[in-house]
């Protein structure tokens, strides 16, 4: 209640200085007379895409608009995320490569009908994220824009361009702080290096960018936010500012060059073998072109980060097995809008087959739901059916929650605070032990995970211990979980205690597990590229309180034949479970 309340305060408080600020300034900037430069933009572009919009359909954030030859800025939203990315107009892009007359008039006249509307000045439009997103989105788009485009065209997208600087100012002026002070900066950045005229807005903007990468980039590369998407769209943004920096003749800030360097390395810390980021703190579905494309201007072409102790983050690597583990504490609170409540859980890969995955963010922006965020989702233990962090909003005042959801997403109010962690090479293996206190004041038990990885990959083993320190009486019982992916087809052998694992390019490896009961139960992937999909989970149940650890292992054990079965080394005594799509 007091952390909401003092963030709305500290809003109207800001609010008002900016505003008050704003007054004291002149009324009106002087829109750019002219456009020097258009920025690269490295994001994936899709020209079939062009011909829906045209069609009047606007498919966003995994929902479908079809405006029916209306304004598509009129319709109601269907979701938030939704609306932000209409209003963002990263969409020009798909227009652009469609490099057709009819694809640059249909988009001219979309950014017209925009701004007639006057909706860039008020709304969801109008918030500094969103501003500053449409801003890089024209100057990036302004060849598609201008093409062919008569003066009066030239002129109304020049005054929008000053309006949108103006609005970013104010932005800052007013105390935008996190992740939209730093997107208000670079795009500031861009206005400054792309406009003619805004030499002085380029060196305030340069420095706010400096100090802000300074704050929210950490020494290992990792986003203060502890999310792998937050990396992504930085490097995407980035690199490109950093040749628009190269082509004006201008020398760009040395902390957006430190930035760049350390965040590569940090970004292959997460990728796997077949090309996706592993699905921690907001991270959702890859797309693997864009992955590809930043990974070609890493100059020092580094190999990935092994042990990120400042993001905290570890991976495990052996003969072509992959394995990524969380170890961190939750984000500041300012920061934790979409972190989520997976302290210890992992994600294992073989090759370029998933194995075990978290469930991940559903598609699309905005506030993730906390059950994507709980415990429960991730490939870890949870204790009481209760997550290892408590997000504003779960369990105590619902209402205010949504509001302050509204702002900054639901923030992670208390979670582990004691994480220690250490590595070591033992026979060629690699062992991993970490533990947390994220369940300590609850139900007075600490998880410790401890994992080794064969030397040749073919072996994940593992440890779950529950060290009782003042145990909560009736609150013991944990459940293990093992999140699988999609592609990963389970079925359980005859021992009871043991799993055989298909998987898509046909090799079989089996789980097992002592001494405890276990289950396949169903889950569910939020990251898939077509949405949302069923799938299966591994769950191991125990009670703390009679039984303090349980031993699992994965272990690779060949390839199947054509028909998906190897009865005569795991002998299942069912087929494996088709999975399809929901």
Not at 114 to 125: I, Q
Not at 158 to 177: E, I, T
Not at 305 to 310: K, L, N, V
Request: glycine share 10%; proline share 6%.
């Amino acid at each position: 209640m007091g952390l909401a309340l003092g963030e709305l305060a500290r809003r109207a408080r800001n609010l008002a200085t900016g505003s008050l600020r704003a007054l004291l300034q002149p009324m009106r900037r002087q829109a750019p007379s002219r456009l020097i430069i258009a920025p690269q933009d490295l994001r994936t572009t899709d020209p079939t895409v062009a011909g829906d919009i045209y069609a009047g359909y606007f498919a966003f954030a995994g929902r479908v608009v079809q405006a029916q030859g209306r304004s598509p800025f009129e319709a109601v939203p269907p979701s938030r995320a939704w609306a932000e990315q209409l209003y963002s107009f990263g969409w020009l892009r798909h227009l652009r490569a469609a490099d057709s007359a009819l694809a640059r008039a249909n988009a001219r006249a979309l950014v017209d009908d925009f701004l007639a509307g006057g909706h860039d000045r008020r709304g969801l439009a109008a918030e500094p994220t969103i501003v500053a997103r449409r801003l890089i989105a024209f100057l990036t788009q302004s060849p598609l824009l201008l093409e062919g485009a008569d003066h009066a065209f030239y002129r109304r997208l020049m005054k929008a361009l000053g309006r949108s600087v103006s609005q970013l100012q104010r932005a800052l002026a007013g105390g935008a702080r996190g992740e939209e002070r730093l997107m208000t900066a670079v795009a500031l950045a861009y206005a400054g290096l792309c406009l003619d005229g805004y030499a002085r807005l380029h060196r305030g903007a340069s420095r706010t960018l400096a100090e802000e990468l300074s704050r929210q980039i950490l020494p290992d590369g990792g986003h203060i936010s502890r999310n792998p998407r937050v990396l992504i769209d930085l490097l995407a943004d980035l690199l490109p500012l950093r040749q628009t920096y190269a082509a004006r003749s201008v020398e760009p800030p040395a902390p957006l060059l430190r930035a760049i360097d350390r965040m590569m390395p940090m970004l292959r810390l997460f990728r796997h073998g077949d090309g996706s980021i592993a699905l921690f703190n907001g991270m959702g579905g890859t797309a693997p072109d864009l992955i590809a494309t930043l990974l070609v201007y890493d100059d020092a072409r580094a190999q990935g980060m092994e042990h990120a102790p400042h993001s905290g983050y570890e991976r495990l690597q052996a003969g072509g097995t992959v394995v990524i583990v969380d170890t961190g504490r939750p984000p500041p609170a300012a920061f934790s809008g979409e972190a989520h409540a997976g302290c210890l859980s992992f994600e294992l890969t073989a090759g370029i087959s998933r194995i075990v995955v978290n469930c991940g963010a559903p598609r699309g922006t905005g506030p993730v739901p906390v059950a994507t965020r709980s415990t429960a989702a991730h490939s870890t233990a949870t204790v009481h059916d209760a997550s290892s962090c408590h997000f504003a909003g779960a369990g105590d005042d619902l209402s205010l929650g949504a509001r302050l959801g509204r702002w900054i997403g639901a923030p992670i109010l208390s979670g582990p605070q004691d994480v220690p962690v250490s590595r070591r090479g033992e026979d060629g293996d690699v062992v991993l032990v970490a533990a947390h206190d994220g369940y300590v004041q609850r139900f007075g038990i600490v998880h410790e995970r401890r994992l080794r990885l064969a030397a040749g990959g073919e072996q994940l083993a593992g440890e779950d211990i529950f060290i009782l320190i003042d145990p909560t009486p009736g609150m013991t019982d944990v459940a293990v979980r093992f999140h699988l992916h999609p592609s990963v087809r389970a079925s359980r052998l005859q021992s009871g205690q043991a799993v055989m694992l298909l998987l898509p390019d046909g090799e079989a490896w089996t789980f097992e597990a002592e001494h405890v009961p276990l289950a396949i139960e169903e889950s569910v992937f939020f990251a898939a590229p077509d949405g949302t999909r069923r799938t299966e989970q591994i769950v191991l149940s125990l009670d703390a309180a009679d039984t303090h650890a349980v031993r699992w292992s994965f272990q690779r054990i060949g390839r199947h034949n054509s028909t998906g079965a190897r009865r005569s080394a795991a002998r299942p005594d069912e087929e494996p479970l088709p999975l399809e799509g929901i």
